[in-house]
Structures are given as structure tokens and as C-alpha cells.
Nanobody, 126 residues
Framework: QVQLVESGGGLVQAGGSLRLSCAAS????????MGWFRRAPGKEREFVAA????????NYADSVKGRFTISRDIAKFTQYLQMNSLKPEDTAVYYC???????????????????WGQGTQVTVSS
């Protein structure tokens, strides 16, 4: 059974930092792109960041560029999202996603990803 388990969410003041983790298990995710999405209350799920298998290729939404950093530990099948300079508008449920062998890290649609975590709440207070 495929599992993506996020951790690291919580409540933080504006300007603060959080680090999200996503551990993958149940099948091999060797070679696949992984990403982060988020859904704020009343809004659609939106792309945040993605990283290819090697970790060399990364892609960010304009709203988080320069503040968030995506990375992965291939040996541990784990990816991370370091979030700095957080803003109240970053408040959302954050989802980890894993694609297939054909998922390009430049893809920003949720439809490009096959597996999803349960989500972790990030709340940024002003």
C-alpha cells in the first residue's frame, strides 16, 4: 500500500519558519518527481513546488519563490519543504504528492501526480 505521510505543520507567526517532511513508503518512488501543493479555505488546490528525482530540477510557484525551498533525500524516500518568511496568506493545508515516471517537475497541475498524502495544516498568524 502506497503511503505518503506529511509532518511538520503547525502554527507560526508571520515571518517565521517551518519545515515540512514527507516520507514515502509502499512502493519504490525511484525516478519520480515529487511535489507540494496547498489548499487554503475556500480555494482550489494549488501548486507550491516540485523536485525531480536527482534533485537538480526544481520548480516553484511565483508566490513562494525565494522563500520556500524543496529538497529530497533519495536514500530515505523523503522530501522536504523549508518555508521561511511565512505570511498569513501561506495558511493552508499542505499536501505531499508523488508523480509517475513520466511526471515532469515543471508540471503544476494536480492531475500530473498519482499519489497524495493526507495533508498537514500550516497556520500563519499576523
Amino acid at each position: 500500500q502506497v503511503q505518503l505521510v506529511e509532518s511538520g505543520g503547525g502554527l507560526v507567526q508571520a515571518g517565521g519558519s517551518l519545515r515540512l517532511s514527507c516520507a514515502a513508503s509502499g512502493r519504490t518512488f525511484r525516478g519520480v518527481t515529487m511535489g507540494w501543493f496547498r489548499r487554503a479555505p475556500g480555494k482550489e488546490r494549488e501548486f507550491v513546488a516540485a523536485i525531480n528525482w536527482s534533485g537538480v530540477g526544481t520548480n516553484y510557484a511565483d508566490s513562494v519563490k525565494g522563500r520556500f525551498t524543496i529538497s529530497r533525500d533519495i536514500a530515505k524516500f523523503t522530501q522536504y519543504l523549508q518555508m521561511n518568511s511565512l505570511k498569513p496568506e501561506d495558511t493552508a493545508v499542505y499536501y505531499c504528492a508523488a508523480g509517475s515516471l513520466t511526471t515532469n517537475y515543471l508540471a503544476t497541475s494536480p492531475d500530473a501526480y498519482d499519489y497524495w498524502g493526507q495533508g498537514t495544516q500550516v497556520t500563519v498568524s499576523s
